[in-house]
């Protein structure tokens, strides 16, 4: 199994900046990607973005510019610098990675999630 533990959330007023992290941990092989994604009240989960293990990244439209998407491969840890953030970036930020780990003698494939952290901008 794979643990993802996200940290950094909070309140922040419009207009600030949160950085969030997400550490990966257990008999992890590889990762070959991992994401961000976030849900808002009465809406569904979107993906906010996404690192390849070369360091590709995407972002979702309304992202683009304002928020930043890193790695550490040797922490098997994502982070999620966002600046510039308003009222509708309110939602819990989940953190995804996907790729294989080693179990019961053989290699396995993974999809985890976090458990989310809540980011609230607010005045």
């Known amino acids: 199994q794979v643990q993802l533990v996200e940290s950094g959330g909070g309140l922040v007023q419009p207009g600030g900046s949160l950085r969030l992290s997400c550490a990966a941990s257990?008999?992890?092989?590889?990762?070959?990607?991992m994401a961000w994604h976030r849900q808002a009240p009465g809406k569904e989960r979107e993906l906010v973005a996404i690192?390849?293990?070369?360091?590709?990244?995407n972002y979702a439209d309304s992202m683009k510019g304002r928020f930043t998407i890193s790695r550490d491969n040797a922490k098997n840890t994502v982070y999620l610098q966002m600046n510039s953030l308003n009222p509708e970036d309110t939602a819990v930020y989940y953190c995804?990675?996907?790729?294989?780990?080693?179990?019961?003698?053989?290699?396995?494939?993974?999809?985890?999630w976090g458990q989310g952290t809540q980011v609230t901008v607010s005045s």
């Open positions: 690192i390849s293990n070369g360091g590709s990244t």
């Open positions: 995804r990675a996907y790729g294989e780990t080693w179990e019961s003698g053989r290699f396995r494939n993974f999809d985890s």
């Open positions: 257990g008999s992890i092989i590889s990762i070959n990607g």
